[in-house]
Every structure is written in C-alpha cells, then in structure tokens.
C-alpha cells in the first residue's frame, strides 16, 4: 500500500469514529432533560428552580426574570447549590451549554431537568438587565 491508501483509511477511521462519538453525545444529551418550549417553560417556572448557564458578563447584560447565573464553567464545583427536589429549567443563548450542564446534573443525581428549546436567544417573557455603574 502506498502512503495515500494509508493516510485515506486512517481518514475514514476519524471521521467514522467522530461520527459515533457525536451520535452517542446526542442520545446522552437527549437522555438527560427534556427540551420545552417557551410556553411551558413559563408556565411552569415559578414552580422550578430557573438556571441561566451562560457566563456572568451574559447574565447581567440581560436574563429571564427569576434566574440564577450557574454557568456551565462552574457547574460541576457549584451544583450543590441547586435542590435535588425541584424541577430545574436551564438555558443558555442557544441550548448547547444547557445540554452540557444538564448530563453534569444527571451524573450528580439530579433528576427533572428541563431546557428551554430556542434558549435565551427566543425569549420573549420578562427579562432583567443588572444596571451598569
């Protein structure tokens, strides 16, 4: 075999072993909260415990009114701080951050995790902006 026909198997191992990777965070992120949408998050959030995981600098630039910045970074250190028996609603800009923080609650034990589908980004309920000095 020449160095191509090698280099090309190796290539196709990667990508083939990338795929597998992605399919199997797919289905641990899909497994670890439910994805809600903007109506039943605000439905049901004065009932639960609200969590935006972005960082502080997004947080205080604009959140939905109600939620506690414990950003995705810190979540591992700073879960203990959230109750194993209520509901917790997580979002981020996105949902990216949310799905990440969310398997790092079920390692821990946490149970009915829930992330707002559109994130942040979709938001259109009420929202506090920490005024600048």
Known sequence: MDGWTIFTIILWIGIIGWGIWELIQYFRRKNAATIVSKEEFKE???KAQVVDVRGKDEFDA???LGARNLP?????????ELRKDQPIYLYDEKKTL???????????GYQN????KGG????????????MK
Not at 72 to 80: D, E, F, G, V
Not at 113 to 116: K, N, P, V
Not at 120 to 131: E, H, L, S, T, V
Request: glycine share 4%; charged share 30%; aromatic share 10%.
């Open 44 to 46: 049901n959030m004065r």
């Open 98 to 108: 949310s799905a990440r923080s969310a398997i790092i609650l079920k390692k821990q």
């Open 62 to 64: 604009g959140h939905i």
């Open 113 to 116: 995790l829930y992330i707002l």
């Open 120 to 131: 942040y980004a979709d938001w259109d309920g009420k929202i506090k902006r920490k005024k």
């Open 72 to 80: 995705y970074l810190q979540m591992k250190q700073r879960a203990n």
